[in-house]
């Protein structure tokens, strides 16, 4: 089986239990979200890709926020999910299946790009930007968001360990009884070495990569109000161990009309 194949049947499997806020954001927390993203767009509607959209998150987001949401995603399974979501909340967005590397649409089809938590497993993420940028109109939006998951210093390393334990306590799969982190480690243990930003998704390695990829003016943004306000819903025993460091990092094409 092929990396992409192995990656799709664990995204698939993880359809089941996977929410990350997508169907479960309360309105405080969109409204966050809202909040954040709101500075990094211009006024809309804009034509907005979501690639690896999973269940939805931003895509659900942008589309309420007014704005012509296409998503794509490797797994059909979240796609099925993210569609039934969206048809809940009266949202029109065109779900299709695809690979974030190669992409099926035409050159300059959109004025924003967004990912959430996928750079760290694209297997070729340089290639994959400068795809991003062929269907990015000239002067287009890039914005990525996400966080150094597997960082691999020792102090990181130390607090993932104590809260794995604390999760092996008091959190298990609610489909299959089983521990999740299992089935994670399963995959990924043998993809890592395949994945160049796995342990290393950090605004620094991120930038060359954007600039490579022919963007330019690029921002950070340490989406603040979102980790506050995750923080105060974590449970107080897991705080002292949160490691989330995730972050946006925005770019515009730097390709010229032709
Ligand atoms: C960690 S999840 C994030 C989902 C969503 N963006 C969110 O923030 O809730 C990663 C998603 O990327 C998708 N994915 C992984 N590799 C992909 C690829 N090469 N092309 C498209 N989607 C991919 C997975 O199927 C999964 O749904």
Request: one cysteine or more; aromatic letters at 10%.
């Amino acid at each position: 089986m092929t990396v992409k194949q192995q990656i799709e049947e664990y995204w698939d499997w993880r359809s089941t239990s996977y929410t990350n806020g997508a169907t479960s954001l309360g309105s405080e927390e969109r409204e966050l979200w809202k909040q954040s993203l709101l500075p990094h767009l211009e006024r809309g509607p804009l034509r907005v890709l979501d690639i690896g959209t999973g269940k939805g998150f931003l895509a659900l987001l942008l589309a309420d926020m007014g704005h012509e949401v296409t998503a794509i995603d490797i797994s059909q399974s979240m796609l099925e999910k993210a569609q039934g979501e969206a048809i809940k909340r009266n949202l029109d967005i065109k779900f299709k299946k695809g690979d974030a590397e190669n992409l099926a649409f035409d050159n300059s089809s959109f004025d924003v790009v967004v990912s959430k938590y996928l750079l760290w497993t694209l297997p070729d993420p340089e290639n994959t930007l400068k795809e991003w940028d062929r269907v990015l109109r000239p002067g287009g939006k890039i914005i990525a968001i996400d966080g150094n998951w597997f960082d691999p210093s020792p102090v990181k390393k130390f607090k993932r360990g104590i809260r794995k334990i604390l999760q092996a306590i008091t959190y298990r799969d609610s489909t299959t009884g089983l521990l999740r982190p299992g089935k994670f480690n399963q995959y990924y243990s043998s993809l890592h070495p395949s994945l160049p930003l796995y342990s290393n998704v950090k605004p620094e390695s991120i930038k060359p990569l954007f600039e490579k990829a022919g963007f330019e003016d690029l921002r950070t943004d340490s989406l603040p109000m979102i980790h506050k306000y995750n923080l105060k819903c974590m449970h107080p025993l897991f705080r002292p161990w949160n490691t989330d460091t995730f972050f946006l990092i925005s770019g515009i094409s730097s390709k010229q009309d032709k």
